[in-house]
């Protein structure tokens, strides 16, 4: 009876053993998310969705990659992310400038202080666009850890900071469009949402003359159109985000939303999908 109790404790000590990530054993490493990320059951952006992830997470991952995904672990969940949304730094800047200071909208022309890559996203994952020579005129747009979002010509992609000339000897500014009469401060709330980092009014008219037109001088007809028409169609409401840059970095949701537009706008607030 005793070697039989004793095989019983044995077998299920083993099947909790098995259950508990050898991570120790299988050669593993912290690794943080970029942004926030959806974390998949199989390496590829059609398996089933298993959760989203919010940046800046620390994220467990084997030394196992596959189709450009990492196998991962978070929290009690296991399962496989975009490898280009994982970085070894916390803030995620990746061979980014290392002065975050620099961080905030500035929107005037500046130039590289040497030969750089310009890249489709914030990190040395992304795929170089061009190689731009030294002091070729970009237009920056904003600094986030260490990335300059820019435009070369018509072409626009990031820049480490490290290669930006005069970036330190300018003033983050708050972008303002072509003028459409009064300038008047518009709320970014509606419903207990903030659309701050996708929404703007003075940019949202200025981007979109037939909303100008209505809306001119009504700051909250205009953030009302915008949340119930304005993200459905797809419509830039800030100069700082654009819609199709974002779906551009963010191949994942892509492939969960397609052209559904509005939990793009959402995600990107940091708003629940399930809010409405």
């Given at each position: 009876?005793?070697?039989?109790?004793?095989?019983?404790?044995?077998?299920?000590?083993?099947?909790?053993?098995?259950?508990?990530?050898?991570?120790?054993?299988?050669?593993?490493?912290?690794?943080?998310?970029?942004?926030?990320?959806?974390?998949y059951s199989e390496p590829s952006y059609t398996s089933t969705p298993i959760q989203v992830i919010p940046q800046g997470m620390d994220i467990i991952c084997y030394q196992?990659?596959?189709?450009?995904?990492?196998?991962?672990?978070?929290?009690?969940?296991?399962?496989?992310?975009?490898?280009?949304?994982?970085?070894?730094?916390?803030?995620?800047?990746?061979?980014?400038?290392?002065?975050?200071?620099?961080?905030?909208?500035?929107?005037?022309?500046?130039?590289?202080?040497?030969?750089?890559?310009?890249?489709?996203?914030?990190g040395l994952k992304y795929s170089v666009i061009a190689l731009l020579d030294g002091n070729a005129p970009i237009f920056v747009y904003n600094v986030r850890d260490g990335?300059?979002?820019?435009?070369?010509?018509?072409?626009?992609?990031?820049?480490?900071?490290?290669?930006?000339?005069?970036?330190?000897?300018?003033?983050?500014?708050?972008?303002?469009?072509?003028?459409?009469?009064?300038?008047?401060?518009?709320?970014?709330?509606y419903n207990g949402m903030d659309f701050k980092n996708v929404y703007n009014y003075n940019d949202y008219l200025a981007l979109n003359p037939d909303v100008a037109a209505?809306?001119?001088?009504?700051?909250?007809?205009?953030?009302?159109?915008?949340?119930?028409?304005?993200?459905?169609?797809?419509?830039?409401?800030?100069?700082?985000?654009?819609?199709?840059?974002?779906?551009?970095?963010?191949?994942?949701?892509?492939?969960?939303?397609?052209?559904?537009?509005?939990?793009?706008?959402?995600?990107?607030?940091?708003?629940?999908?399930?809010?409405?």
């Amino acid at each position: 009876m005793k070697k039989l109790l004793s095989a019983a404790v044995c077998a299920a000590a083993l099947v909790l053993f098995m259950a508990i990530p050898a991570f120790a054993n299988d050669g593993t490493t912290t690794m943080y998310t970029v942004t926030q990320v959806v974390m998949y059951s199989e390496p590829s952006y059609t398996s089933t969705p298993i959760q989203v992830i919010p940046q800046g997470m620390d994220i467990i991952c084997y030394q196992k990659q596959q189709n450009g995904f990492d196998h991962c672990f978070y929290g009690s969940s296991q399962g496989w992310i975009a490898s280009q949304l994982l970085s070894k730094v916390r803030n995620g800047n990746e061979g980014g400038g290392q002065d975050n200071s620099l961080n905030g909208t500035y929107n005037s022309t500046m130039h590289t202080s040497e030969g750089v890559n310009l890249r489709s996203g914030p990190g040395l994952k992304y795929s170089v666009i061009a190689l731009l020579d030294g002091n070729a005129p970009i237009f920056v747009y904003n600094v986030r850890d260490g990335w300059a979002e820019v435009d070369y010509g018509m072409t626009h992609g990031y820049v480490s900071t490290d290669f930006v000339a005069e970036l330190n000897h300018k003033t983050p500014v708050t972008p303002v469009g072509p003028s459409v009469g009064p300038v008047v401060s518009g709320t970014t709330v509606y419903n207990g949402m903030d659309f701050k980092n996708v929404y703007n009014y003075n940019d949202y008219l200025a981007l979109n003359p037939d909303v100008a037109a209505v809306y001119n001088g009504n700051p909250a007809g205009a953030l009302s159109h915008f949340v119930t028409c304005g993200m459905k169609e797809g419509r830039q409401a800030s100069y700082s985000w654009k819609l199709s840059d974002y779906k551009a970095m963010h191949p994942d949701y892509v492939a969960i939303f397609g052209n559904n537009n509005v939990p793009y706008y959402k995600i990107a607030c940091g708003i629940p999908l399930s809010v409405n």
